[in-house]
């Protein structure tokens, strides 16, 4: 069975920096893309950007330029490094992986509150 399990969530004042990680219990080769969604409260969960196995990432537009995403194949994770955060940042992020096959795996979501 395969898990993701997220770390690094919190609360920050706007304009603050956040990373967070995601730790895969297999070999993220695994995955053919990993991502990070997001879901606020009353809204429905969103992406906020993803990676292929190759290195090519895409981002949601609101995140453009604050938000990187990294695979760390030697560590099994996969990170989302968030800069400049924004009130409307705030929400649950969730790790997500896709396996070649189309198989989907989440995690159980981390915090990210941003005070403003």
């Known amino acids: 069975q395969v898990r993701l399990v997220e770390s690094g969530g919190g609360l920050v004042q706007a304009g603050g920096s956040l990373r967070l990680s995601c730790a895969a219990s297999r070999n993220i080769f695994l995955f053919s893309t990993m991502g990070w969604y997001r879901q606020a409260p009353g809204k429905e969960r969103e992406l906020v950007a993803d990676i292929t196995s190759g290195g090519s990432a895409k981002y949601a537009d609101s995140v453009k330029g604050r938000f990187t995403i990294s695979r760390e194949h030697a560590k099994n994770t996969v990170s989302l490094e968030m800069n400049s955060l924004k009130p409307e940042d705030t929400a649950i992020y969730y790790c997500?992986?896709?396996?070649?096959?189309?198989?989907?795996?989440w995690g159980q979501g981390t915090q990210v509150t941003v005070s403003s």
């Open positions: 997500s992986g896709v396996s070649p096959s189309g198989l989907g795996y």
